[in-house]
């Protein structure tokens, strides 16, 4: 299992590359397909003529230690945006109270489902999950609201039968096993998760990784896997204002450290970015010349407000209107919306 890492993987996509025929050809990656994306971009830089990262995960951050912190931004930031809506706010005064009592409850006494128990630590699992999509996420303080009542048929509307999709365990860890444990310790993913509520630290900490990694028989990457990638390759760069995962910090780090690069903070969007209707516009502008910053025409179609120009960084842009917050339960054509949207971006 010790083959399955980025570097390996970045050989064989280089050795693809030349089977094709191809002098140099772009690069599209998101989550851990930036990771292979900006290794690619290091070993192998004369095959690549452009680079597009979507949720970034640089090489040099602590993507175990800072799970629990980052998960509980994303949910300050999600809350922060109900409150900006009068219907919501008025609705969900206090989503974060509400589920630190629900996940007390359920700690105490689980919920039994037809086939599992749920516990206050599944709760905050799969909110989390939730807070990937852009579409599932405006339903998240309406869960907790019903949960406080116990009412927990939304959430399993809404997160109920996610398949899975294409998704290795196996390649996941043999990748966080060799590339993130090594680098991190227990006392850094304590010392980092102090300031997080127990709540969410209970259903995101980055201490599970390492509970897991003491049975996975991979060895420890090489120190230049926890280094980060300076390229003078063109880069665009995208994040979603409410990833709960690769948070716009990191797509601002990789972005100071590639002098090429263009970044897009987008504020409607979450975990996969790329994939709305304007982010795959950027992309199509972007690659046409990767010298040029891209067009962003597609903005003029957002709902108010459509675009913002403040400026992130040098050439970092901030588009897109906050996404709306449900306040009553689904239909069943929106919970079909909703797991379509999850099954996309939790196996990306």
């Not at 597609?298 to 400026?311: I, V, Y």
């Not at 906050?322 to 239909?331: D, K, L, Y």
Request: aromatic share 8%.
């Amino acid at each position: 299992m010790d083959a399955y890492d980025s570097a390996q993987n970045a050989r064989d996509l280089d050795a693809i590359r030349q089977a094709l025929g191809y002098e140099a050809w772009n690069l599209l990656g998101i989550s851990y397909g930036t990771r292979l994306a900006l290794t690619a971009a290091r070993d192998f830089p004369a095959g690549v003529r452009a680079l597009v990262i979507d949720a970034v995960v640089p090489l040099e951050v602590d993507l175990l230690a800072n799970l629990a912190r980052n998960a509980q931004s994303a949910f300050e930031i999600a809350f922060a945006a109900c409150q900006a809506e009068d219907e919501c706010r008025d609705k969900y005064p206090n989503s974060m109270a509400q589920l630190e009592t629900v996940f007390t409850t359920l700690t105490e006494e689980p919920l039994e489902l037809e086939d599992t128990a749920l516990t206050g630590s599944d709760f905050v699992a799969v909110l989390f999950n939730l807070l990937y999509s852009p579409v599932a996420l405006g339903y998240v303080p309406l869960i907790i609201d019903a949960a406080a009542e116990g009412n927990f048929d939304v959430l399993q509307d809404l997160s109920a039968n996610l398949s899975g999709g294409d998704f290795s365990l196996a390649m996941h860890l043999s990748v966080q096993c060799a590339e993130e444990a090594p680098f991190t310790s227990r006392e850094a993913i304590a010392s980092a998760e102090e300031a997080v509520r127990p709540a969410i630290r209970a259903g995101t900490t980055g201490l599970d990784y390492l509970d897991h990694c003491e049975d996975f028989p991979v060895p420890p990457a090489p120190a230049r896997e926890n280094q980060a990638v300076h390229s003078a390759l063109p880069t665009l760069v995208f994040a979603g204002k409410f990833d709960p995962i690769t948070p716009p910090s990191y797509s601002e780090l990789a972005h100071q450290s590639l002098p090429n690069s263009f970044s897009f903070l987008i504020e409607n969007e979450s975990h996969g970015s790329s994939l709305g209707e304007c982010g795959q516009s950027l992309v199509s502008s972007f690659l046409s010349d990767p010298t040029v910053e891209p067009s962003s025409t597609c903005l003029s179609g957002l709902s108010p407000p459509s675009f913002e120009g403040q400026r992130v960084s040098d050439r970092a842009r901030r588009i897109g209107a906050a996404p709306r917050f449900a306040t009553h339960s689904p239909s069943k054509e929106q919970i079909q919306a909703v797991r379509d949207d999850l099954e996309m971006r939790l196996h990306l």
